[in-house]
């Protein structure tokens, strides 16, 4: 059974930089795509960036371009979400998903979840 496990969310000021981890055990990480989701209180989950499983290409949302950066480790079982220049509307939690298809903005396309971690931004 897939387990997906998230780590490293915490509260910054606006403007610094966090690294969220995303372990993938119970699996092969290489035969998954593996997404960020982020959900802020009252609005629906969004995607943040994906790592295809086919080709190694990263996809990002527009409104985390240039500041954020997801890379994936397969020997290491890992898939980190580097986020940098953070603003407060960037507060959320923030989930790992890993799905067996291509990367995709729906959270359908994704089968396994992490439960999230905590991102505050303060102004």
């Known amino acids: 059974q897939l387990h997906v496990a998230e780590s490293g969310g915490g509260l910054v000021h606006s403007g610094e930089s966090l690294n969220l981890s995303c372990l993938v055990s119970?699996?092969?990480?290489?035969?998954?795509?593996i997404g960020w989701f982020r959900q802020a209180p009252g609005k629906e989950r969004e995607g943040v960036a994906c790592s295809s499983r086919y080709d190694g290409n990263t996809y990002y949302a527009d409104f985390v371009k240039d500041r954020f950066s997801i890379s994936r480790d397969n020997g290491k079982s890992t898939v980190v979400l580097q986020m940098n220049s953070l603003k407060p509307w960037d507060t959320a939690v923030y989930y790992c998903?890993?799905?067996?298809?291509?990367?995709?903005?729906?959270?359908?396309?994704?089968?396994?979840w992490g439960q999230g971690a905590q991102v505050t931004v303060s102004s």
């Open positions: 998903a890993a799905g067996g298809g291509l990367c995709k903005w729906t959270p359908l396309a994704f089968d396994y």
């Open positions: 119970g699996a092969t990480l290489g035969d998954y795509a």
